[in-house]
């Protein structure tokens, strides 16, 4: 069956938008044949720094032919609704249509519309200019005479040749006819822009696969990135050194050549006094390059990828790139030791000019929300406070310094090496470091108890202050990245055992904003959500989490989570099953009977003296004696003796409604025995709403 190969080549497109721009290319042009009726065997999209190219395989030659029947007015109908009927099907009268029956409507008119499938080389030239013209590019440009006009063609970078080609195996393939200012479709390509710049014919990806790795370009990404990769590791080997891998570098740099080639540089070995994380964010940002070390310190060694094979070996290209390393080096390590002639305590002030926002005040108003917050939380979870305090006075001031000022994602390091070298307690100097962590799901999570008072009020403060003025996630925006503070503090609080009562932290931050703000119980609501993400991860039930949160006064994560275990292996048992069986038919029954009597009419206790049958009788003991050990048992917060405890009124609910009519005849037998499965919902509801639950 035929296939399509298209390129769209290009004078550079940017690193950062290749793999979406692949994805979007594949993504428009199978949506647009799907659309209109071309099933394929498969697609897969490609980028390079110079090219986006699909390959769709697997297309019939034509369309399918349609045949549809419209149906029409009535007959009889005005005559404008008859025109309307006869343009919507491209009829010129109705002679062309038929009339069938209908028992309740009568007579109406349909239309038989029979269209024949086009050929698929015209459907292409239909559609890809309209994909090629609204192509979704972050950042597009006109250029040349044409961009002038407004209708001018935009592209990443401008755009020099396409190639378009459509044919089955051992023909000659078609090339599909369209231009786009200027720009005619074809079947030549370009080589590597140094290597092999010459024209390429093409035919279709069977052999423009391999006529571009003869000319010097390796069209897939995830190759090149391999390329990289192993050609570093190898390198770093035959030096006694190690790679220092970096996969976000690694795409980056797969994104900026054709023909990956890796070299090693070097660089004076007096560079190591600085921190390593400083060389290594030095050489990463300024020239792409990885690092190495020997053991677990940094070597003065570097792998750079170059896009040539030079005849010299790369030497020149090493010699130039390691120019460039040492002057950034020598950038980087004045900045450091600047920055090392200033206490953070005398930066501190300067925080007070730095806006947090507009709404919220400068950051040295926050750095003394903060230190009040880090201090009460302290308190609360066994860290002492006073170094708590101290940690959150610093915690900010190394972004008023010379290195983060270059680097601004080495926050937070940079303030724990100066805080070590200017003698600060050792825990204040990690506490530095770490109240950012963590950054995402794979984070590690700080374990010293400083570092964790002042990372949970770093958070709270930011989650409370944008809540108090009305600044919330919405869809998929978030762009104070309050989704990971929030998981942030779920994963601190959790994961170090932590009893922390969310809703007093909450108004406790929110007191000292100077804003009124009563929004703490729609914060925990937030936090309800992302715990639900967070237990999901790990295999939780959503409905679980729900039936807990659902309680009075659930804002202890640890001990929502332990009610959640130990409700999930309570109802995986056959008494947690029949019971939440029971607990449900009890709650519809009551909901059902509230709406004729009114909310809360059952919610007195059962009085003994209009309990007739045994069922009942047996039903209301262990309904006393469940509640009891339930309340004894969460008081301990031993929640799976909770759950044994409601186990043991399996039998007797079992029984009661084998037995007993609950909507008896007398109505004083009715409402008591309403009353009794009141009293049943809230012995459960002790432990977890349990109408809120699945099954």
Request: aromatic share 6%; with cysteine.
């Amino acid at each position: 069956m035929p296939d399509l190969l298209l390129e769209l080549f290009s004078e550079e497109i940017p690193a950062r938008m290749q793999r979406q721009a692949a994805s979007d290319l594949e993504r428009l042009v199978t949506g647009a044949l799907i659309e209109r009726r071309l099933k394929f065997e498969g697609a897969v999209a490609h980028a390079t720094p110079r090219r986006l190219a699909l390959h769709v395989a697997g297309l019939p030659g034509r369309q399918p032919d349609v045949r549809e029947e419209k149906k029409g007015p009535r007959v009889g109908a005005p005559e404008a609704a008859v025109q309307g009927f006869l343009k919507s099907a491209g009829l010129t009268s109705l002679d062309q249509a038929k009339i069938e029956k209908d028992p309740k409507k009568g007579e109406f008119y349909v239309a038989v519309v029979e269209r024949a499938g086009k050929p698929t080389l015209d459907v292409l030239a239909e559609v890809l200019p309209g994909i090629i013209r609204a192509f979704p590019w972050p950042k597009s440009m006109r250029w040349g005479a044409a961009s002038a006009r407004p209708d001018a063609l935009r592209w990443v970078r401008p755009l020099h040749s396409i190639v378009a080609t459509f044919g089955a195996e051992n023909e000659e393939p078609d090339i599909v006819p369209f231009e786009i200012d200027g720009v005619a479709a074809g079947n030549v390509t370009y080589g590597h822009r140094f290597l092999a710049p010459g024209a390429i014919r093409v035919r279709r990806f069977d052999d423009y696969l391999p006529a571009l790795e003869k000319a010097k370009v390796v069209l897939d990404a995830d190759r090149r990135k391999n390329i990289v990769l192993h050609d570093a590791r190898d390198l770093a080997f035959a030096q006694g050194l190690e790679l220092v891998e970096d996969e976000g570098l690694l795409d980056e740099v797969a994104g900026l050549v054709e023909w990956p080639r890796a070299l090693m540089g070097s660089f004076d070995e007096s560079f190591l006094a600085i921190p390593p994380e400083v060389i290594r964010a030095t050489i990463r940002a300024n020239q792409k390059c990885f690092v190495l070390k020997r053991g677990e310190k940094l070597a003065n060694k570097f792998i750079l990828v170059s896009n040539i094979e030079a005849k010299d070996g790369g030497k020149e290209i090493v010699a130039g790139n390691e120019r460039v390393v040492a002057a950034r080096l020598s950038d980087a390590k004045f900045f450091w030791e600047s920055d090392l002639k200033i206490r953070l305590d005398d930066r501190v002030t300067k925080l007070d000019s730095i806006v947090f926002h507009d709404k919220l005040g400068t950051q040295g108003e926050r750095v003394k929300r903060i230190e009040e917050l880090a201090s009460d939380i302290a308190e609360r979870i066994g860290a002492d406070p006073a170094k708590a305090a101290r940690a959150a006075h610093l915690a900010k001031a190394d972004l008023v310094s010379e290195m983060v000022g270059e680097f601004p994602e080495l926050q937070g390091l940079m303030g724990r090496y100066y805080a070590a070298a200017q003698g600060v307690d050792p825990s204040v100097a990690a506490a530095i470091e770490e109240h950012y962590k963590p950054q995402g799901p794979n984070d590690r999570i700080p374990t010293d108890r400083v570092s964790v008072a002042l990372g949970l009020a770093d958070k709270i403060d930011t989650l409370a202050g944008f809540w108090a003025i009305n600044e919330k996630p919405t869809g998929s925006k978030d762009p104070y990245a309050l989704r990971r503070a929030a998981l942030g503090v779920i994963r601190l609080v959790l994961e170090n055992d932590l009893r922390l009562p969310l809703l007093h932290t909450f108004r406790l931050a929110q007191s000292r904003l100077h804003i009124h703000a009563n929004s703490g119980a729609d914060l925990l609501a937030f936090f309800a959500d992302r715990l639900k993400v967070y237990l999901r991860e790990k295999g939780a039930r959503h409905d679980l989490i729900d039936a807990v949160f659902a309680l009075e006064d659930q804002d202890d994560l640890l001990m929502i989570v332990k009610r959640v275990d130990a409700l999930a292996k309570f109802l995986d048992s056959d008494d947690g099953r029949n019971l939440l069986a029971g607990a449900k038919r009890a709650a519809n029954i009551l909901r059902a009977e509230e709406k004729k009597d009114g909310e809360g009419a059952f919610d007195e206790p059962a009085n003994i003296q209009f309990i007739s049958e045994y069922e009942e009788r047996a039903l209301k003991a262990a309904v006393d004696r469940a509640g009891a050990e339930t309340n004894e048992c969460v008081k301990r917060e031993d929640f799976e003796g909770a759950m044994h405890a409601l186990a043991k009124l399996r039998a007797p609910v079992d029984a009661f409604f084998d037995k007993v009519t609950v909507n008896a005849d007398d109505p004083r037998l009715r409402q008591n025995r309403l009353r009794l499965l009141g009293e049943l919902r809230a012995a459960m509801r002790r432990v977890a709403d349990f109408s809120k639950i699945a099954g």
